[in-house]
């Protein structure tokens, strides 16, 4: 054998001795971790509203007495919607969350003339 191939292995031997140490050994250099964001829970609150006529598709056959109500900075995306009696909170909630919306850029209302029947 050369000996130029013998330096080359006893550099890589080496080198590789190195790097095995380094993997091996307990004081591991450790990146700096950015620090975690908590998700804001955005809480839904729907309010209770007496004014009737917020709630104009209060028919005999179908009632929808959920509002939701985008706020002028989201109007150009979303329209008022109305929200029937059966899935209608837990639709509004989809609908809130699907858009990925805050508290500020909505109202959500329920018909209070409704719930006081139930």
């Known amino acids: 054998m050369s000996t ?12 590789f001795d190195e790097k095995v140490k380094g993997l091996n050994s307990s004081s591991k ?45 989201i109007a150009d995306r979303l329209n008022r919607a109305w929200f029937d009696q059966y899935f209608g909170e837990e639709r509004m909630i989809e609908h809130i969350k699907r858009h990925k919306l805050k508290s500020h850029q909505y109202k959500a209302y329920v018909n209070y003339w409704w719930l006081k029947e139930q």
């Open 4 to 15: 130029s191939h013998i330096n080359k292995m006893a550099r890589t031997q080496k080198s």
């Open 29 to 73: 250099k450790t990146t700096p971790k950015k620090p975690v964001k908590k998700s804001t829970s955005t809480k839904i609150t729907i309010i209770q509203s007496r004014k009737k006529d917020l709630f104009p598709h209060m028919g005999i056959a179908h009632k929808f007495p959920y509002y939701f109500e985008p706020m002028p900075e």
